[in-house]
């Protein structure tokens, strides 16, 4: 099989190459040529100790790793694939109390507690109050002529559902949009934010967050965090477990969806013919042909807890794995022809919420539910919106990320 012809030194968890393009011709490369590739890096250069880690870029590859845990481990470097290299071990250990960082037994023990806040009913109590919500925030955004679609409509809907699940009051809600804000940019300088003020930022969340927590079991209301949090000798969360949960859903149910559907707008405006289909025809299948399109997630990492074989490379205990679910959704051996922007594909097993296995996407329902909703709504109220200029990328090493999309709103 011939080597893979890539610069010198790339590297796939650079956030320099993430602030321009998600590198899909690199992936290719890899998938022909090499499926699973050790990446160099300079040792230390993401926070670990180590000179780097396996790319892992097919599909049925990053499924396999997905759904062995034993194998390939969350736990014992996190999920998370790079951090600065002035991260401590002890940052990093910290973060093992997230659930996205657990592995079985733990890891089962704490979602089947958080689950209950993801049941079928539960996601269905709040779709009414969600679309009421998504056509005020397009309606708002129409009495302007030109605006950012990240702050006037994408980043809104998001918030709103986290916190209407968890009941966080109307006036709060704009601290949980900031804090989980700064706790995922710490890689882009324009933003100026520090791992510090990223880690204060966490704190406070998880701050926050206990205090509800706390507030519930002293007086319980007929909301989800009374049902996690109370009767915490029955088996449900204590106060500091649910601080850790509310801040993975600031992140993995607040950024990811947002994204979703600023890259989202950005592929219907890219392809008018998609936006016309979409418009008159609203097909069910348009959600996860958006996500796939997205994958906001670009990659998350496992350690490997013994010597294994993975599509062909041989991979040492301890050795850390990314998988890359960017590259995942668009191998041509599971989608035919990937490169199109396909609202009415079917079937479409992307991995863009996850790829299997214990850490499968919690809130995958309730993120499906907030795209069609806000599309709904713009489809009908915005139905000229149009591009005013080029997305402006977030730099980051595992996001794939917007900041800033500026549309005319007629």
Request: hydrophobic share 40%; charged share 25%.
């Amino acid at each position: 099989m011939p080597c893979p012809a890539l610069p010198e030194g790339f590297d796939f968890t650079d956030p320099d190459v993430y602030q321009n393009r998600v590198p899909l011709p690199e992936f290719a490369q890899l998938r022909q040529t090499a499926p699973v590739w050790w990446n160099d890096q300079p040792h230390g250069i993401a926070g670990f100790d180590d000179d780097g880690y396996w790319v892992v870029t097919r599909h049925e590859d990053v499924k396999e790793v997905s759904t062995k845990p034993e194998i390939f481990s969350a736990h014992l470097n996190t999920s998370i694939i790079r951090f600065n290299a002035s991260m401590t071990r002890d940052q990093i250990d910290v973060q093992k109390l997230i659930m996205l960082n657990m592995d079985p037994p733990e890891h089962t023990r704490v979602r089947q507690i958080v689950q209950r806040g993801f049941t079928p009913r539960s996601i269905r109590a709040l779709e009414d109050a969600l679309r009421l919500r998504a056509a005020r925030i397009v309606a708002e955004a129409r009495q302007k002529a030109v605006g950012d679609f990240v702050t006037d409509i994408a980043c809104e809907l998001p918030l709103q559902a986290i916190a209407e699940l968890i009941g966080i009051p109307q006036e709060d809600r704009s601290r949980i949009f900031d804090w989980s804000n700064k706790m995922i940019a710490y890689d882009d300088p324009e933003l100026a934010i520090t791992e510090e003020v990223g880690t204060n930022a966490a704190m406070e969340l998880i701050s926050y967050a206990m205090n509800l927590a706390a507030a519930r079991k002293e007086c319980p209301a007929e909301d989800i965090v009374s049902r996690l949090v109370s009767a915490e000798d029955e088996g449900n969360l204590g106060s500091d477990e649910f601080g850790f949960f509310v801040l993975l859903l600031a992140v993995a149910g607040n950024e990811t969806t947002r994204n979703a559907i600023t890259h989202g707008m950005h592929a219907f405006l890219t392809h008018p013919d998609q936006w016309e289909l979409y418009k008159r025809e609203r097909p069910a299948t348009a959600a996860e042909e958006i996500v796939r399109w997205a994958t906001p997630v670009v990659s998350f990492q496992r350690t490997a807890t013994q010597d294994t074989e993975l599509g062909g490379a041989q991979i040492k205990k301890g050795q850390r794995v990314g998988i890359f679910y960017s590259s995942a959704n668009h191998d041509p051996e599971v989608f035919d022809h990937p490169e199109r922007f396909d609202i009415t594909r079917d079937p479409n097993p992307h991995l863009g919420f996850g790829g299997g296995g214990p850490h499968f996407c919690l809130g995958k329902s309730l993120a499906v539910l907030e795209i069609n909703l806000i599309f709904g709504a713009i489809a009908d109220t915005l139905p000229d919106i149009s591009l005013a200029g080029e997305p402006r990328r977030l730099r980051s090493a595992w996001l794939n990320g917007v900041k800033e999309l500026q549309v005319h709103y007629s």
